[in-house]
Structure formats: C-alpha cells, structure tokens
C-alpha cells in the first residue's frame, strides 16, 4: 500500500509539513521574543517621555498661574490689608472678597487647575466662590509644617479639606504650596495651595502598558509615590534599585533584575529633571511573554489539528464530495427560511449523475421544485377560499334586512299610509343600491354611515314615537374608510332587544376617530347579559367556522355576522368590546385601524 502514490504523497506532505513547522516555529520564538522586548522597552521609554512632556506642561501651568498670583498687585494688597492690625473688619472682608474673586479668574483660565486656596497663618483661608472660612485645622496639617520647615513644595495626592468643604471634592488632588509676600517660607504668612486633580496624571499614566500586569509609578524626589499606587510598596527589589537610580547620572534606561525565586524582572526609568520625579515601570519577564507563550502554544495545537484535517481531507474528501455538500447544505438552510429561489441557485449545476452527492443533489432539486409548486398552489386556494368565506357572510346580510323591510312595506300598505310607503321604498331603493355594489368591500366611513342613516329612517316610521335612535359622530371622519355593512346589523339587533321587555327602544350609535383608531359604538336599553353570557359571545364568536355563521338560525347571526367579517378583513388589528349588565342594556364596540380612502385593490380582492 505504501507504494501508491497517494500514500507516498501523504507521507512526503506530513514530512515536510511537520519538520518546516517546528524549525519555523523555534525559530520565531526566538526572534519575536527577542524583537518584542526591544520594541516594549522603546515604546515604554518613548511614551514615558511623552508623560514626562505632559508632567512639565502642567507643572508649567501651575507655576504660571502662582507667579500670576504671587506678583499681582491684588495679592499684594490683600496680604497688606490682611496683616494691618489697624485695617477695619469691614476693610478686611472687602479685601477677601477681591481676592477670591481674582482666585476664581485666574482658576477659570487654567483647565489643568482644580482650585487654588490661600491659607493664613492666625488660622483662616479663602478660596474661589468667595470662601472664607476660619479653621485652623489646618496649621496641624503635615504638609503645612513640612512646607514651613523644609520647604516641601509638592504634596502627594491626598483628599484636599477646602475643596470637600467648598466643592464636596472627594477625589484625591496633588498640590503645590508657594509663599505670598516673601519668598522664604519660614517668614511668609500667607500660603497659596494650588490643587491640580490626581486623575490628571493618573489617566495618561495608565495608559502605559508593560506586559498585562506591570505598572508605572511616578515618584516624587524622595522616592514616594506621588500618586494613589498602593500596590507600588510590594516590590521589594524595585524599591532598592530605585536609590541607586536617583544617584546615578542616566537620565533614563531599563536595568535587568533576578528576584529571590530566580525569575527575571525588567525595571524601566526616566528622571523628570524639572521637578526632580521619578517614573519608574516594574515587569516580570513571564508577564512581557506570556502573550507569546500563548501564540506558541496556540500555533502548536493548531497546527496539529490542522495537519490531522488535512490528512483527513486530503484521502477521503478529495474527489469534489465537499463543495456539492457544502452547497446542498446551504440550499437547505434557504428551504429552511422558505426562500425556494435562492435554494435552486445555490445548487451545484446539473450535470450527469456520477456520485451519490450528485444524485441527492438532483433529488433535492426536484424537490425543491414540487414543493415551491405546492405551496404556491395552496396559498392560491387559501387565498380563493377566503375570498368566497367573506362573499357569503356578506351576501348573508342583504336577505335577512329585506325580509325584514318587506314586512314593512306590506304592513304599510294595508294601514293606507301612503307617505311612510314612498318614503321606505326610496330608502329601501337607495340602501339596495349601495348593497348591490358587492365588489366594494371597503368602503369610505361616510358612505355606511349614510346607510345607517337611510335605514334609521326606515326604522323610524316602523316604531314611531316608540324608538328614541341618534347618530353622534367625534373626530375627522373624513377620506377614512370601513369593512361594508357592520353597522346595520348592531343597530337591527339594539333594536329587537331594545323593545323586547318594554314599550320604548333607546338606540345609541357613536363614531369616534382618535389615536389612530376607529371606534363604533352601539348602546341599547334591553334587558343586557350576565357577564358569562358576555363571555360565551365573545369565545363562540371567536372560535366560530363559516358554515356554522351560514347555517345558524340563533338570533346573534346579526352579531356573529359582523365579528366574523371584521375578524377575516383585519384579523388582529380588529377588537371587540362588550358592555352589559342584567337590567342596564348592552353596549358594543368594534374598534377597528383608521384607514384611509387610497386607490389600491384590497388585499381581500387580492389573488
């Protein structure tokens, strides 16, 4: 077997595969990690400069704003008004007030700047927002003693007790403290504290990234934290190099250590020479390579998957079986969705059949054409036969309103009321016309609504002074149209059961537009429906079929009647609402969506 020339190609392939791979892989392990600690200590050195050059703009920006103050004729006065024992304490009041609102000025023209306070030796302070406040708390503070006696000028963040009181100023601030009136800090008595926000230097700082966990810390001359890096403590072999760092005469660079386990660490600086800060980052070798360690091992279980695919691909998908498959499969994603055109497409061409793919491929085919047939077939019954359901239920309506009428016109007749007769056969006459319209099966709302009105009249002369019946309309009706014939029956059926128990019939119609919605409204005075028999019309009416509507001879055909066809032309956009109670009549409410009057075909008539 091995002599076959496909076994002899799957051994020289998985040879020279296997022996390329790992001499490739060794051999850019080596340089990468090699070329990935040049560029890591360059980038870190590179953007190190870049917050040294930040660190200088904002340090410049505070001592142009304390030169701004120290030298200003404003500060001058006030630190003379403020140390005259003669100076009255209105006189005094009003030199804090200038003051602070030049504080607030100067503030406001530096965006770097978070607040800047003057503090006064007899235990007082003003800040912006016109803060005067006498606290000597203060005059106990560290950074106020260290300033007096060793003229520390800088203070590590810390939470700043003007600004929580003036601003509720949580957030840790760094200060720079600078004398008024004398440059010695020991004989100054007042003290300007310029406040700069923490985030400030610690936001670009953390853009600085060394390896996943390492850190830059910025330190102040003494070699403290300048900034809020608590875990900066932990490295005991950082902290022992960073004195013979500050001794040193390199301005920057990267020093390899070996820590207490053996493992190496990579230490990176720069001196910031302005203020004499320190920016120190501090990473594991393991940490700056582990992204590597990763890819290596990555590409190793990779490529033994790969190489075991391919050997497997290359003996028993070879022969053209995977791309017919590929697309067979596709082809039935699109069936799945429905999508029968872009199933045929996706198909491999016919061809002869050679294979077993090709044979499936085939029947999937043909298939795909049968049931597309199929379907198209149905939908075009489905259709038909919906459009034949909502003829019969409106043909249904006609018959059973002019029995009714007839009945009318003979009772009529007989009692020689001649009037009331050519009165109801030209309201008859004008209603059948409108009936007889059958391919209109949406229609504009003010036509029903003249229907009603013809079969109101119709109505009147029936019962006389008996029936009480009005028409109220509410919104813009205009160019909005309905299903036909949904009216009449309500009223017919308020009607019968209005007189059923009593001499007189009060018959109320509504037609509200709002919100988008049509709302026709029947309210009666009959004798009304518990509240189950409401709930058995409105299930029965809902689960109601066809041929039960067309063969029921139960006197809520009118009812059923109406729902039916509402249901079948808007089906869940319809709703129905029944109001009624044993005693107090029965209202309906068809609520129907507000369309308007447009030149199209109804999807009804749609084949």
Same mark, same amino acid.
Request: proline share 3%; net charge neutral.
């Given at each position: 077997?091995?002599?076959?020339?496909?076994?002899?190609?799957?051994?020289?392939?998985?040879?020279?595969?296997?022996?390329?791979?790992?001499?490739?892989?060794?051999?850019?392990?080596?340089?990468?990690?090699?070329?990935?600690?040049?560029?890591?200590?360059?980038?870190?050195?590179?953007?190190?400069?870049?917050?040294?050059?930040?660190?200088?703009?904002?340090?410049?920006?505070?001592?142009?704003?304390?030169?701004?103050?120290?030298?200003?004729?404003?500060?001058?006065?006030?630190?003379?008004?403020?140390?005259?024992?003669?100076?009255?304490?209105?006189?005094?009041?009003?030199?804090?007030?200038?003051?602070? !609102?030049?504080?607030?000025?100067?503030?406001?023209?530096?965006?770097?700047?978070?607040?800047?306070?003057?503090?006064?030796?007899?235990?007082?302070?003003?800040?912006?927002?016109?803060?005067?406040?006498?606290?000597?708390?203060?005059?106990?503070?560290?950074?106020?003693?260290?300033?007096?006696?060793?003229?520390?000028?800088?203070?590590?963040?810390?939470?700043?007790?003007?600004?929580?009181?003036?601003?509720?100023?949580?957030?840790?601030?760094?200060?720079?403290?600078?004398?008024?009136?004398?440059?010695?800090?020991?004989?100054?008595?007042?003290?300007?504290?310029?406040?700069?926000?923490?985030?400030?230097?610690?936001?670009?700082?953390?853009?600085?990234?060394?390896?996943?966990?390492?850190?830059?810390?910025?330190?102040?001359?003494?070699?403290?934290?300048?900034?809020?890096?608590?875990?900066?403590?932990?490295?005991?072999?950082?902290?022992?190099?960073?004195?013979?760092?500050?001794?040193?005469?390199?301005?920057?660079?990267?020093?390899?250590?070996?820590?207490?386990?053996?493992?190496?660490?990579?230490?990176?600086?720069?001196?910031?020479?302005?203020?004499?800060?320190?920016?120190?980052?501090?990473?594991?070798?393991?940490?700056?390579?582990?992204?590597?360690?990763?890819?290596?091992?990555?590409?190793?279980?990779?490529?033994?998957?790969?190489?075991?695919?391919?050997?497997?691909?290359?003996?028993?998908?070879?022969?053209?079986?995977?791309?017919?498959?590929?697309?067979?499969?596709?082809?039935?994603?699109?069936?799945?969705?429905?999508?029968?055109?872009?199933?045929?497409?996706?198909?491999?061409?016919?061809?002869?059949?050679?294979?077993?793919?090709?044979?499936?491929?085939?029947?999937?085919?043909?298939?795909?054409? !049968?049931?597309?047939?199929?379907?198209?077939?149905?939908?075009?019954?489905?259709?038909?036969?919906?459009?034949?359901?909502?003829?019969?239920?409106?043909?249904?309506?006609?018959?059973?309103?002019?029995?009714?009428?007839?009945?009318?016109?003979?009772?009529?007749?007989?009692?020689?009321?001649?009037?009331?007769?050519?009165?109801?056969?030209?309201?008859?006459?004008?209603?059948?016309?409108?009936?007889?319209?059958?391919?209109?099966?949406?229609?504009?709302?003010?036509?029903?609504?003249?229907?009603?009105?013809?079969?109101?009249?119709?109505?009147?002369?029936?019962?006389?002074?008996?029936?009480?019946?009005?028409?109220?309309?509410?919104?813009?009706?205009?160019?909005?149209?309905?299903?036909?014939?949904?009216?009449?029956?309500?009223?017919?059926?308020?009607?019968?059961?209005?007189?059923?128990? !009593?001499?007189?019939?009060?018959?109320?119609?509504?037609?509200?537009?709002?919100?988008?919605?049509?709302?026709?409204?029947?309210?009666?005075?009959?004798?009304?429906?518990?509240?189950?028999?409401?709930?058995?019309?409105?299930?029965?009416?809902?689960?109601? !079929?066809?041929?039960?509507?067309?063969?029921?001879?139960?006197?809520?055909?009118?009812?059923?009647?109406?729902?039916?066809?509402?249901?079948?032309?808007?089906?869940?956009?319809?709703?129905?609402?029944?109001?009624?109670?044993?005693?107090?009549?029965?209202?309906?409410?068809?609520?129907?969506?507000?369309?308007?009057?447009?030149?199209?075909?109804?999807?009804?008539?749609?084949?």
């Amino acid at each position: 077997m091995f002599y076959s020339l496909k076994s002899r190609l799957i051994a020289i392939f998985f040879l020279l595969f296997v022996l390329s791979f790992l001499t490739m892989s060794i051999y850019l392990f080596n340089q990468s990690r090699a070329i990935i600690r040049s560029y890591i200590e360059s980038s870190a050195l590179e953007k190190m400069d870049e917050y040294g050059s930040y660190i200088d703009m904002v340090q410049t920006q505070i001592y142009d704003l304390a030169s701004i103050v120290f030298n200003s004729d404003i500060s001058k006065n006030w630190d003379a008004a403020a140390s005259d024992p003669a100076a009255s304490g209105g006189e005094k009041n009003l030199a804090h007030y200038h003051m602070s !609102q030049f504080l607030t000025r100067t503030t406001n023209s530096y965006s770097s700047v978070s607040s800047v306070t003057v503090y006064r030796q007899e235990g007082m302070w003003l800040s912006s927002g016109n803060m005067v406040v006498t606290d000597p708390s203060f005059l106990e503070e560290k950074w106020y003693h260290d300033f007096k006696k060793q003229d520390l000028r800088w203070i590590a963040a810390h939470t700043d007790a003007a600004e929580l009181r003036n601003n509720n100023n949580k957030h840790p601030v760094i200060s720079m403290l600078m004398p008024i009136g004398s440059f010695e800090p020991s004989l100054t008595k007042s003290v300007m504290k310029i406040n700069v926000s923490a985030d400030y230097f610690l936001e670009p700082l953390g853009r600085i990234h060394l390896g996943e966990s390492g850190t830059i810390y910025l330190l102040d001359q003494n070699g403290n934290p300048m900034l809020s890096q608590t875990e900066y403590d932990a490295h005991s072999d950082m902290l022992r190099q960073v004195g013979q760092i500050r001794s040193g005469w390199r301005k920057q660079g990267v020093v390899s250590l070996t820590n207490e386990q053996g493992g190496k660490e990579i230490l990176v600086y720069k001196k910031l020479p302005q203020t004499n800060w320190l920016l120190v980052g501090f990473v594991s070798e393991n940490d700056l390579y582990s992204k590597l360690f990763q890819l290596r091992q990555t590409i190793l279980i990779v490529a033994a998957l790969l190489l075991l695919l391919s050997l497997i691909l290359s003996t028993w998908l070879s022969h053209g079986i995977t791309k017919p498959l590929s697309r067979l499969v596709l082809a039935m994603r699109h069936v799945q969705r429905g999508d029968f055109v872009h199933a045929e497409s996706r198909l491999a061409p016919v061809r002869s059949l050679r294979n077993e793919v090709g044979f499936a491929t085939e029947t999937f085919r043909n298939m795909v054409i !049968q049931l597309r047939q199929h379907i198209k077939t149905e939908f075009e019954l489905k259709l038909l036969r919906q459009q034949a359901e909502y003829k019969a239920l409106l043909m249904q309506i006609n018959p059973h309103f002019l029995f009714n009428t007839l009945e009318l016109m003979s009772s009529l007749a007989m009692q020689k009321r001649t009037d009331d007769t050519v009165q109801v056969i030209e309201s008859l006459g004008k209603m059948m016309r409108f009936s007889l319209r059958m391919s209109d099966d949406l229609i504009r709302l003010e036509e029903e609504l003249l229907y009603v009105r013809h079969y109101m009249s119709i109505l009147t002369i029936r019962f006389g002074d008996r029936l009480h019946i009005s028409l109220e309309k509410e919104g813009d009706l205009e160019r909005l149209t309905v299903a036909k014939f949904i009216i009449q029956p309500l009223i017919e059926n308020a009607v019968k059961y209005g007189f059923l128990h !009593q001499p007189e019939a009060k018959v109320r119609i509504r037609v509200r537009h709002a919100e988008g919605r049509v709302h026709l409204i029947v309210a009666d005075n009959g004798p009304g429906m518990a509240p189950e028999r409401v709930k058995q019309v409105l299930d029965s009416s809902a689960a109601a !079929q066809l041929d039960h509507i067309l063969t029921s001879r139960d006197s809520q055909i009118g009812l059923g009647n109406v729902l039916s066809r509402c249901r079948l032309y808007y089906e869940s956009l319809f709703e129905v609402r029944i109001d009624s109670a044993i005693g107090e009549g029965t209202t309906i409410e068809l609520i129907l969506p507000a369309q308007e009057e447009r030149h199209y075909v109804p999807s009804i008539d749609r084949g």
